[in-house]
């Protein structure tokens, strides 16, 4: 999910990410069915209970489904981080020919689309299969993409059998999980061993967020309200839950059970166009780097 704070969109199925695709929600006021006599219809329930007559049912608050099916909300990634992604896969694949199928690569929280379009043109030949839960994002993400999947990481899984995929492309959906640890286990029950994750997310670590936090000023990607941001510079919320500096990522991958074959960095179309050049020179630190992307491999 692309915005002022972030580099991409997607979900768990607790907190409705969009890779991640929960089941449906439950229903928010009792059926007749529910009422413990069953002869009895809903007006004459509610005649009998004061508190109905009382007072009227509080409204749904919006919650982060609600939040991700909100076609407002941005979804797309950085061009700039979707091609180094797509690159450093495109090296770990090699290109398609004799004696080299083409690979099979999820696209997991796909959002509208256009990341893994970018993707699937540097693929050359390689089969981009985009997934998530919101079939907002998914409508969107049709016109762009050979194929797409709703699709959970957790609950009933990704629609896929295991060891099936050569590759997983998760980009800018972990920091909007409430259980990333299940999500990586998901990933991996789908690749085959020795396939490829290529993982992307905003750094806490960022060059700017340090001179922030020095400053007592919330960093960049960190969000405290889905109503609003609080603190910081930007004014779009995306739903970030978590953020990872490049250390603190390199061992959730690995304790995942990956290997981590590379670490690079990004940077953030969202930087001010002053500070660009800046802010690709500190790609050459990803520690520093606005976007962490980390190329592992199943073991």
């Given at each position: 999910?692309?915005?002022s704070?972030?580099?991409?969109?997607?979900?768990d199925?607790?907190?409705?990410?969009?890779?991640?695709?929960?089941?449906?929600?439950?229903?928010?006021?009792?059926?007749?069915?529910?009422?413990?006599?069953?002869?009895?219809?809903?007006?004459?329930?509610?005649?009998?209970?004061?508190?109905?007559?009382?007072?009227?049912?509080?409204?749904?608050?919006?919650?982060?489904?609600?939040?991700?099916?909100n076609?407002?909300?941005?979804?797309?990634s950085?061009?700039?981080?979707?091609?180094?992604q797509?690159?450093?896969?495109?090296?770990a694949?090699?290109?398609?020919?004799?004696g080299?199928p083409?690979?099979?690569?999820?696209?997991?929280?796909?959002?509208?689309?256009?990341?893994g379009?970018?993707?699937a043109?540097?693929?050359?030949?390689?089969?981009?299969?985009?997934?998530?839960?919101?079939?907002?994002?998914?409508?969107?993400?049709?016109?762009?993409?050979?194929?797409?999947?709703?699709?959970?990481?957790?609950?009933?899984?990704?629609?896929?059998?295991?060891?099936?995929?050569?590759?997983?492309?998760?980009?800018?959906?972990?920091?909007h999980?409430?259980?990333?640890?299940?999500?990586?286990?998901e990933?991996?029950?789908?690749?085959?061993?020795?396939?490829?994750?290529?993982?992307?997310?905003?750094n806490?670590?960022?060059?700017?967020?340090?001179a922030?936090?020095?400053?007592?000023?919330?960093?960049?990607?960190?969000?405290?309200?889905?109503?609003?941001?609080?603190g910081?510079?930007?004014?779009?919320?995306?739903?970030?839950?978590?953020?990872?500096?490049?250390?603190?990522?390199?061992?959730f991958?690995?304790?995942?059970?990956?290997?981590?074959?590379?670490?690079?960095?990004?940077?953030?179309h969202?930087?001010?166009r002053?500070?660009?050049?800046?802010?690709?020179?500190?790609?050459?630190?990803?520690?520093?780097?606005?976007?962490?992307?980390?190329?592992?491999?199943?073991?």
């Open positions: 999910m692309t915005t704070a972030t580099g991409s969109t997607a979900t199925s607790e907190v409705a990410d969009r890779a991640a695709a929960g089941s449906e929600v439950a229903d928010r006021a009792a059926t007749c069915s529910e009422v413990a006599d069953p002869a009895a219809t809903c007006s004459e329930v509610a005649d009998k209970s004061p508190a109905t007559e009382a007072t009227s049912p509080a409204p749904h608050a919006p919650g982060l489904r609600d939040f991700y099916e076609p407002t909300v941005p979804v797309a950085g061009e700039a981080r979707t091609l180094r797509a690159r450093m896969l495109a090296d694949l090699g290109p398609v020919g004799p080299r083409a690979a099979t690569v999820l696209d997991v929280g796909c959002g509208d689309g256009s990341a379009a970018i993707a043109r540097v693929l050359g030949g390689h089969r981009v299969v985009g997934i998530d839960w919101s079939q907002d994002a998914l409508r969107r993400a049709a016109p762009r993409l050979s194929q797409v999947v709703r699709g959970e990481l957790t609950g009933s899984g990704l629609p896929f059998a295991s060891d099936s995929a050569d590759a997983v492309l998760f980009s800018e959906v972990v920091e999980l409430v259980d990333p640890d299940s999500a990586l286990d990933l991996r029950r789908v690749l085959r061993p020795g396939g490829h994750l290529m993982l992307s997310t905003p806490l670590g960022a060059w700017y967020n340090r922030l936090l020095l400053a007592g000023v919330q960093p960049v990607f960190s969000e405290v309200s889905l109503r609003r941001i609080h910081r510079p930007g004014s779009e919320v995306v739903g970030h839950l978590r953020l990872y500096t490049a250390r603190a990522l390199r061992e991958v690995a304790a995942s059970g990956f290997e981590v074959v590379k670490l690079a960095g990004a940077p953030f969202g930087v001010p002053p500070l660009r050049p800046l802010d690709r020179l500190a790609c050459g630190a990803p520690s520093l780097a606005s976007i962490l992307l980390v190329h592992a491999r199943k073991v």
